[in-house]
């Protein structure tokens, strides 16, 4: 068989004449103090086994009761994708034996979930995309294995059995590796928004598990394989695309593919069977007789409505209703509260709305990565964004002189000023400081196009036989000359006009 090569971007929707086929499920750690069926609490990092108590590993004589926050938090994603909150839900025993599930069993929801349909939208670059939900129900986590610090033998931490998960089920309906990342980022922004989750992927607390398939168009589904416990997005779409390829490799060299669970290795960048796939009949599935039905009223509902807030997909229909923005810099802007926050704030103090989105997706967003930095922790705060916006509206600063500017106000304290007033007399001394005030003498304008275009003859004979990229070449001399204080709009009307009279 032949060994797949690497790619270094994600496959695309056909791959040699196949489709791929993507569905998540995703365990997301409900942001509760205690467990879901007992009162051992859930904080990370504790030592092994301290935090595991009675009821999580059922011992006799013991009894389940229902974490009530954790119901709640499952309302509250039900609402943010819009979703239907079951009346009256079911929890049942997954029936499974593993060193780290002393019960021999989990407690799931099988037939009835919480929560049922929804539906997650987001942009694949510009391209709007959705993702159906199929369900999400409430269950409790297993323990968890170790084997690094054993020879020849693992040890069992039981601090995270009955720890509290809303397991959240797509569709089949992504069809490449960057869309199945998306989809899982645009879900780590949902949960972390509403706060029913804190996100944090290397603690386990957003856990994706990928099904993937592979088929010639237009024919059923192929057989899947899951890739369990993705916990990166990076791995993610390197998992994803790997195992897309051996599908593709077993097939076109007459194979079959057998429906199996896989780990993904990050350090040889390959998908390994760990074993054959179980389906839910090997579970063997039953009420779990210590638990009553679920019953969730619907004055709850609409109480746990109330407190939300407004939600990212809301506030991303505002902005674009409210500020005229392109659906994707709504969407963009809306990937976490402190983003909207310092968008909303800036605009509400005179910058104009495209252009604070410019700068926050552009040049902002570009500094802030670089520094592992989010708009809560700007160096630049929005007071001070919006005080550099406004001079660029009324023409005292170009482009080009706002990100020297920019360059400067990143390296102060200062400029976090949260003051609307001092943040603009800060913006206005740098700019008198570091004579950055834009060329508005059209008299001294004139004289430096008339010297770019004595200079530049050969230019001049381009641009009468039509060629564009001439002209482009004189704007760029004049801003050069200027120092980049000319107002580009300014220099084309004037070379423009100048140009006409030859």
Not at 11 to 21: A, H, I, N, R, S
Not at 184 to 199: Q, R, S
Not at 302 to 312: D, H, T
Not at 320 to 349: K, M
């Amino acid at each position: 068989m032949n060994t797949p090569t690497t790619h270094a971007q994600p496959l695309g929707p056909l791959v040699d004449g196949f489709e791929v086929v993507i569905g998540f499920e995703t365990h997301t750690q409900l942001t509760t103090q205690s467990k879901i069926f007992s009162r051992a609490s859930t904080a990370f990092g504790a030592e092994a086994n301290t935090q595991a108590c009675a009821v999580d590993l059922a011992l006799p004589g013991t009894l389940p009761v229902m974490n009530k926050m954790a119901v709640e938090r499952a309302i509250e994603f039900g609402l943010a994708v819009g979703g239907e909150i079951s009346e009256r839900s079911v929890f049942a025993r997954k029936n499974y034996f593993y060193p780290d599930l002393p019960k021999g069993y989990q407690i799931s929801q099988f037939e009835i979930p919480v929560v049922v349909g929804g539906e997650v939208s987001f942009f694949l670059g510009e391209t709007k995309k959705s993702v159906r939900l199929v369900r999400a129900h409430l269950e409790e986590d297993a323990g968890k294995s170790l084997h690094e610090d054993f020879v020849n033998q693992s040890g069992i931490d039981l601090n995270r059995a009955g720890t509290p998960l809303l397991e959240i089920v797509t569709e089949p309906d992504m069809r490449s590796s960057a869309e199945a990342v998306a989809y899982a980022k645009e879900l780590h922004k949902i949960v972390t928004w509403i706060g029913i989750c804190d996100g944090n992927m290397q603690e386990g607390s957003f856990r994706c598990d990928a099904n993937v398939s592979v088929r010639r168009p237009g024919e059923p589904l192929g057989t899947r394989r899951e890739i369990k416990n993705l916990n990166s997005f990076k791995f993610m779409q390197q998992a994803i695309d790997y195992e897309v390829r051996w599908q593709i490799e077993q097939l076109l060299d007459g194979h079959k593919i057998i429906q199996a669970t896989v780990l993904f290795n990050p350090d040889t960048g390959e998908t390994k069977s760990m074993r054959t796939k179980e389906d839910a009949a090997e579970y063997r599935y039953f009420p779990d007789p210590d638990l009553p039905p679920l019953v969730v009223d619907r004055h709850w509902v609409e109480e746990v409505r109330s407190r939300m807030g407004e939600l990212p997909r809301d506030k991303a229909t505002r902005f674009v209703r409210d500020f005229g923005l392109p659906e994707y810099d709504a969407s963009a802007l809306t990937q976490n509260r402190p983003s909207a926050h310092y968008f909303e704030e800036a605009v509400s103090l005179g910058a104009q709305a495209k252009l604070v989105s410019n700068w926050m997706m552009g040049e902002l967003s570009r500094r802030l990565n670089v520094a592992h930095l989010d708009f809560a922790a700007s160096p630049l705060s929005a007071q001070t964004l919006a005080a550099l916006i406004v001079r660029i509206m009324d023409g005292t600063l170009s482009n080009h002189s706002a990100k020297t500017l920019l360059e400067s106000l990143w390296q102060l304290d200062g400029s976090r000023e949260s003051d609307a007033k001092a943040a603009q007399t800060l913006v206005d001394q740098f700019v008198d400081s570091l004579g950055l005030k834009a060329m508005n003498d059209t008299s001294a304008l004139e004289l430096i196009i008339d010297q770019v275009i004595a200079a530049n003859p050969d230019n001049i004979t381009q641009i009468k036989a039509g060629k564009d990229k001439a002209f482009n070449a004189l704007v760029g001399q004049v801003m050069k000359a200027s120092k980049g204080k000319a107002n580009p709009q300014v220099v084309n009307d004037l070379l423009q006009a100048k140009l006409a009279a030859l």
